[in-house]
């Protein structure tokens, strides 16, 4: 665990030592995002997050290379179709969650209007369930995402972790 740990913080600091060399024409980006109902699974049987809005600054460093500070809002509760609750266990109400995630990406193509990266996140979430919070810390691994557009830009990315769990979609806009 602890190698792990070393790999991650060394993996998202790396970048900004070596990467001076390139120079991008619109570096600083911001998106908004939207990611559907997904599944998430825990000890009172599992939850369906309803809503989940994320909004991210982005700077690209080189061609290949670029880091974002993520903020997410997240509206969990539990499914009916996991099945029923145990008797005399009271229905859970609905939590919110919030993230602050530092991201970093590599561009695999990186165009003038087309993009496509892989990304890894770690950061923090706090919450509110029934009253009480629940701070925590999250990860977010996003094996593959793309952008298409100049100034203005689409995207969808397919990932797994505490911003969102299978997919998200979202416009954003270059400076």
Request: aromatic share 14%; hydrophobic share 40%; proline share 5%.
């Amino acid at each position: 665990m602890r190698k792990l740990v070393i790999f991650i913080v060394l993996f998202m600091f790396a970048p900004v030592a070596i990467v001076a060399q390139d120079v991008v024409e619109r570096p600083l980006e911001v998106n908004l995002s939207y990611g559907g109902p997904q599944g998430t699974f825990g000890m009172d049987g599992g939850a369906v997050t309803t809503f989940s809005a994320v909004a991210e600054v982005r700077y690209t460093l080189s061609r290949w290379i670029s880091v974002g500070l993520a903020g997410g809002l997240h509206d969990r509760s539990r499914s009916a179709s996991l099945g029923p609750l145990p008797e005399g266990e009271p229905e859970p109400k609905t939590s919110y969650d919030c993230n602050l995630m530092m991201n970093v990406y590599a561009n695999w193509v990186n165009r003038e209007s087309f993009r496509l990266y892989s990304g890894v996140g770690f950061g923090t979430m706090g919450g509110y369930v029934k009253g009480d919070g629940h701070p925590s810390h999250g990860f977010q691994f996003t094996p593959v995402g793309l952008s298409y557009g100049k100034r203005f830009y689409g995207f969808a990315e397919l990932g797994m972790g505490w911003m969102f769990s299978f997919s998200r979609a979202g416009i954003g806009i270059r400076f």
